[in-house]
């Protein structure tokens, strides 16, 4: 095995990445797609070339993306086809089962479904399009712009904060009215039940 972190200077082509959650919030998703629309023509360029996807080399010299899904699948969905990526390990000689084992020892790897199930490796998409929308992701994304909790650097934090967000939400409530969903995670984000939870910011104290 061996490690680096130079950055593939040929792009490589977003549907050859394979990523390693199978769910994102398609709400972020398509945040990301309307500033990319927003951004100036002349610097889009710029971006991809200084928006370094982080990528290990698995079985087959498949590159796995263990960061920025979202990123990716909102320029695939906008039209755009290659990217560049930095690697940051080379398990490719690994066997299959040696090389998840790998990725899941370093939080490299986040296979749940949309309803925070534990699935198999097999489950997860073996394209970035294949991805499916978790609502609660999109709403512990949403809690975390609104100030709900801090950014952190535990991985899959905002995952964590769905599944909390699961069992506290109902999730009819979150298909029909968003806002009023996330007025309720906005109160209970600032409860002692999430205190345990990354970027956790304390309970609310009123004081006389």
Known sequence: MTWSREPRIDAVAILSLRPTQITVGMREVEDKRRRWRDHPDSKK?????THLIPVILGPKDQSYIIDHHHLVLALHREGVKQIATTVVAD???QPRDVFW???????WVHPYDSDG??????????RISDMVDDPFRSLAGELRLHGGFAKDVTPFSEFLWADFLRHQVKRKLLERDFP????????????????????WCGPVRTYL
């Open 180 to 199: 009023a969903a996330l007025r309720m995670a906005l109160r209970l984000a600032r409860t002692d039940e999430a205190n345990y939870l990354p970027g």
């Open 101 to 107: 084992t790998y990725l899941e020892h370093h939080c």
């Open 91 to 93: 398990l490719s000689k």
């Open 45 to 49: 360029s710029n971006f991809l070339g």
């Open 117 to 126: 199930r534990r699935c198999s490796y097999k489950e997860i998409p073996k």
